[in-house]
């Protein structure tokens, strides 16, 4: 099969890409960056991110697609200056639009079009459990970037195409995104609650991410938004302690919400407030968790 996948090098789509490179599947990384692979299933390929109507690059795809992940936009954990906000919704809506136009240009039809998003579509909440049946507007800047971006995405269907809109939760990887950094904490004994420590944190490990991305391209009966979280979500509190004894570090450090708004600005609802996202569409597609619990996710992240 041949995958295009933006945002190929980033830490998700790294991993997807690997997946598929393992099953000898070709992958055509979009990429704005000059990069070669001497590897037959990988292939790079260079767009023009400044203009849209420049399809040349479509010249080095081959003539048909089976898949698109479109995974690509600015990392959220930077500095959120008007800038960079700007920066955050302009890099996920061009890339959108630029693959719709080609999409459109050329007639290809993908099994699916599946779409990053993220669980920050829906409001913060400590005691309301969201799912992909709730429709809701926007409540806040990372909210109406999810909005904005689906909305973009969604304009694919009118081509006759499958559309997903994968809306992540907090992805757990040793290496990778958040886990690292709340390990350094831990390790240099500042572990422990944040805010109020009864936000949610919808988790979900980043084996599970990859096996659910595949599951949705491939099942023709999956379409709209799928929450890509675990089945059993966590209070941060829990989560603190489930990360302090694996790691064997102490627990009792507490973090005031007023301290990270601070440091963080807008930013800091990422850390001190959450939603509980249950991944509905996913269970009842009778999708296989590798890791439902958290504790089983710590434990295979740590055990080597």
Not at 30 to 56: A, C, G, V, W
Not at 65 to 87: F, M, P, Q, R
Not at 221 to 247: C, H, M, W, Y
């Amino acid at each position: 099969m041949n995958i295009l996948i933006t945002g190929g090098t980033g830490f998700i789509g790294t991993k997807l890409t690997q997946a598929f490179r393992k099953d000898r599947h070709h992958v055509y990384i979009l990429t704005r960056r000059e990069q070669t692979s001497e590897h037959p299933y990988i292939h790079y390929i260079k767009y023009d991110d400044s203009n849209f109507n420049n399809l040349d690059w479509t010249d080095e795809l081959p003539g048909s697609i089976d898949l698109i992940y479109n995974l690509a936009g600015a990392s959220l954990n930077e500095k959120w200056t008007e800038d960079y906000k700007d920066l955050i919704l302009s890099s996920r809506l061009n890339i959108t639009g630029i693959l719709f136009l080609w999409l459109q240009k050329s007639g290809i039809k993908p099994l699916a079009f599946i779409n990053a998003s993220a669980v920050g579509y829906y409001p913060t909440s400590e005691i309301v459990e969201y799912d992909e049946f709730d429709q809701l507007s926007s409540t806040n800047f990372l909210s109406d970037v999810v909005n904005r971006w689906e909305a973009a995405a969604a304009n694919i269907e009118s081509l006759g195409i499958r559309v997903v809109f994968s809306r992540f939760g907090l992805v757990l990887d040793k290496d990778n995104g958040a886990l690292p950094a709340m390990e350094k904490l831990y390790k240099a004994n500042i572990g422990g609650d944040i805010g109020s420590s009864r936000q949610w944190y919808s988790w979900v490990h980043i084996d599970d991410v990859v096996n659910a991305l595949l599951f949705i391209g491939f099942n023709q009966d999956i379409r709209g938004p799928v929450n890509i979280t675990a089945p059993v979500q966590v209070r941060q509190r829990e989560f603190s302690k489930v990360l302090s004894a694996v790691l064997g570090k102490a627990n009792f450090f507490k973090t005031p919400a007023y301290l990270i708004d601070k440091v963080l600005g807008e930013r800091a609802l990422l850390v001190t407030e959450g939603q509980k996202v249950h991944p509905r569409v996913l269970m009842n597609n009778d999708f296989k968790y590798l890791y439902p619990t958290l504790e089983q996710a710590m434990e295979n992240i740590y055990s080597g």
